[in-house]
């Protein structure tokens, strides 16, 4: 067979798929009969009011020499830590901006960071593959440096995210540039389960994010650039319980719905989404909208406490506050006197609900508190 025949038949196959892949589309649609806010327009409801004074920032994080690329809090809310294009990982007390800690990394293509659920420990990884453990209670070196206490070795791409178990110190999953996700147990340092990679069920290209789900932690959504968000149980490694489809380019974050029975993804199509896990339809999309034709790519995504907000940021500096019920943004941080002047590339809400930290390209963090009496939604 010819290069040119071959080109004609995958030509085809691209088209044949396509035209299923508008059919299961449709099919989606005409099975819902509504959005969420759609069912929140009939029942009368409107948005939550929502202002400037509402969200203040506080603090303003400065530190780092590069790009922040991650965040993560800790359980008891006080401390963040944050992954940077300087190679370094800061652990930060958010109550008073002071740096705890200041690691250097050995590989300073660093992508991601978190905390351990007892804050004793961070875990990081990037372009080297690896998935490395830091204990912030181990003796600096005469550098000043803290040693790696485990290294995670098995991916064959970059880790693109780690996230602990909840309650867990000892586990871990990280998602990867090479189609896959892995559960660590920290304390050998062996790999536990792999989800996808030759199994047919899994992704088709890079994994980008993950989120546990805080109230079934066996249950862990991901999403990739193949489109979709992927929902997998620890128990069972060899097929993904459900695929999520709707977005028009990579899922870059993914995020549980505090019950536990829904989850959000942010895509670089520029639009959230909310799905229900048990049903896999799609419930709500969240998009701007936009007249030059320019998309800002959602970069992160975050729920308040109750689910009633959603934090988005994006590529172009906005960081989004949306109501979930009614679709709408309330409130733009990206368009205050005081927010960021680049990307937004992270974001996190405490885990009281009472704070959220922000990211940016423009190196810097910064500390968004709840204004005034307003209470946390």
């Given at each position: ?31 819902l009969?509504t ?23 506080c ?13 993560d ?11 940077s ?15 705890t ?6 590989c300073?293509w ?17 372009l ?10 181990s ?16 991916h ?10 909840p ?7 990280t ?17 536990i ?13 890079d ?51 505090p ?14 989404r909310?799905f ?6 799609q ?65 996190g ?22 204004g ?6």
């Amino acid at each position: 067979m010819s290069v040119a025949e071959l080109k004609e038949r995958h030509a085809a196959s691209t088209a044949a798929v396509n035209a299923l892949r508008e059919k299961l589309k449709q099919k989606r649609l005409l099975l819902l009969d509504t959005d969420v806010a759609g069912y929140a327009k009939a029942q009368s409801r409107t948005a939550v009011s929502f202002g400037p004074t509402d969200l203040v920032c506080c603090r303003t994080l400065q530190g780092h020499t590069g790009k922040v690329y991650s965040l993560d809090w800790t359980p008891e809310k006080n401390r963040i830590v944050s992954a940077s294009q300087d190679g370094r990982l800061i652990v930060w007390n958010a109550l008073t901006s002071q740096k705890t800690h200041a690691i250097k990394l050995p590989c300073a293509w660093v992508m991601t960071c978190a905390f351990s659920p007892t804050g004793q420990s961070v875990a990081c990884g990037g372009l080297d593959s690896i998935c490395s453990i830091f204990n912030l209670n181990s003796q600096a070196d005469k550098d000043g440096n803290l040693p790696v206490s485990r290294m995670l070795s098995g991916h064959k791409g970059y880790v693109s995210s780690c996230q602990y178990l909840p309650d867990e110190d000892t586990r871990l999953i990280t998602s990867s540039g090479d189609q896959t996700c892995m559960l660590w147990d920290v304390t050998t340092g062996q790999r536990i389960s792999v989800f996808g990679g030759e199994f047919p069920s899994g992704h088709t290209a890079d994994v980008l994010s993950i989120s546990i789900n805080g109230s079934n932690t066996n249950m862990f959504v991901s999403g990739s650039c193949d489109a979709t968000a992927r929902l997998w149980d620890t128990r069972i490694a060899s097929r993904a319980v459900r695929t999520f489809h709707g977005h028009e380019g990579d899922v870059n974050t993914v995020k549980f719905f505090p019950d536990g029975q829904r989850f959000g993804t942010g895509s670089d199509d520029g639009t959230c989404r909310l799905f229900d896990m048990r049903t896999g339809h799609q419930l709500q999309v969240y998009s701007q909208q936009h007249g030059d034709n320019e998309v800002a790519i959602v970069t992160s995504i975050a729920f308040s406490i109750s689910g009633r907000l959603l934090f988005a940021g994006y590529s172009n500096g906005d960081c989004c506050v949306w109501d979930t019920l009614v679709g709408k943004v309330v409130l733009n941080l990206g368009s205050l006197q005081n927010s960021h002047e680049g990307r937004i590339s992270c974001l996190g809400l405490s885990a009281d609900g009472s704070a959220l930290c922000t990211g940016s390209w423009d190196r810097n963090l910064k500390i968004w508190a709840f204004g005034g009496h307003r209470r946390v939604i």
